[in-house]
């Protein structure tokens, strides 16, 4: 009998803040993220959603019922209730560094990078850039380090919007 293979580990690059480095469609869905949160409404976001054949993970399966409103669910996610939490977390995410994700043939861009590569912030202003990506609902409940976990935004080399959440 043949046992399963162990998944391979992802490999991680070292972080960048070259934003021309990224395959075009990266860029695209990025870029039409970050038009729909210059108008401070979490509504706007469904554009780039819609974009997307499969809707993105805001949260583990099953948490929310199949169907459910992605924008609903943004809401809910966000201390309060309307989305303004999710829109600051949002651009607070993309403006940070990001890595680049291997996981076996898929190539994922990340945001932020120290989600993934945690190094100690160099100074006060980067500790409070960081602390901009992580919900007030995280602060209690850390990660396998003990740490807060921030929220993070991983977008396939294909411009494929896959998540916006803080899970591990």
Same mark, same amino acid.
């Given at each position: 009998? /043949? #046992?399963?293979? /162990?998944?391979?580990? +992802? ?19 990025? +870029? /039409? ?12 976001? #469904?554009?780039?959603?819609? *974009?997307?054949?499969?809707? !993105?993970?805001?949260? /583990?399966?099953?948490? $929310?019922?199949? &169907? ?7 809401k809910s996610l966000s201390f309060d209730g309307k989305g303004r939490e999710t829109v600051a977390i949002a651009r607070a995410i993309?403006?940070? !560094? ?14 932020p990078a120290f989600a993934r590569r945690p190094t100690p912030p160099a100074n006060e202003e980067e500790a409070r850039m960081r *602390? ?13 380090? &003990? #740490?807060?976990? !921030?929220?993070?935004? &991983?977008?396939?080399? +294909? &411009?494929? *919007?896959?998540? $916006? *959440?803080?899970?591990?």
């Open positions: 009998m /043949k #046992r399963a293979s /162990k998944p391979a580990a +992802d490999i991680v690059s070292a972080p960048s803040t070259d934003l021309a480095a990224p395959p075009a469609p990266v860029r695209a869905i990025r +870029d /039409k993220i970050l038009a729909a949160l210059e108008k401070n409404d979490v509504e706007a976001l #469904r554009i780039p959603i819609d *974009w997307n054949e499969v809707r !993105p993970l805001f949260a /583990k399966s099953g948490t $929310f019922r199949a &169907g459910t409103d992605p924008i609903e669910i943004l993309l403006a940070q !560094p990001y890595v680049v994700v291997t996981r076996g043939p898929v190539t994922l861009y990340e945001w *602390w901009a990506c992580v919900r007030f609902a995280d602060l209690a409940r850390g990660n396998a380090e &003990g #740490r807060p976990r !921030p929220t993070r935004i &991983g977008i396939a080399s +294909d &411009g494929v *919007w896959h998540y $916006f *959440w803080s899970e591990d």
